[in-house]
């Protein structure tokens, strides 16, 4: 069973850093992709940055480019989203996602977690 489980949100001002963490359970961590998602209110849920399994490709969404760093230890079954300058639009719930396969083109998978707050304000 894969369980995804996101910590680290909170409340900040504009400027600001925050670091989310995904624990993942379940078997096959190193070997699938990994991804950060957000959902503001009355919004979609859209793609923020994704990781390869191995680590060795990222991607990021236009807005939070040179803003944010996603990382991953597959030692600790641990993916990490560092969030500098942060803007009010950042402000969502922020989701972590496990991709079907090793690519990033296979995210998102099927699993997610319960999201995390973050909150940014001006």
């Known amino acids: 069973q894969v369980q995804l489980v996101e910590s680290g949100g909170g409340l900040v001002q504009a400027g600001g850093s925050l670091r989310l963490s995904c624990a993942a359970s379940?078997?096959?961590?190193?070997?699938?992709?990994m991804g950060w998602y957000r959902q503001a209110p009355g919004g979609q849920r859209d793609v923020v940055a994704r990781?390869?399994?191995?680590?060795?490709?990222?991607n990021y969404a236009d807005s939070v480019k040179g803003r944010f760093t996603i990382s991953r230890d597959n030692a600790l079954n641990t993916v990490l989203l560092q969030m500098n300058s942060l803007k009010p639009e950042d402000t969502a719930v922020y989701y972590c996602?496990?991709?079907?396969?090793?690519?990033?083109?296979?995210?998102?998978?099927?699993?997610w977690g319960q999201g995390t707050q973050v909150t940014v304000s001006s």
């Open positions: 379940g078997s096959n961590f190193s070997a699938k992709a």
């Open positions: 990781i390869s399994a191995r680590g060795s490709s990222t």
């Open positions: 996602n496990r991709g079907s396969g090793a690519s990033t083109y296979t995210l998102p998978g099927n699993y």
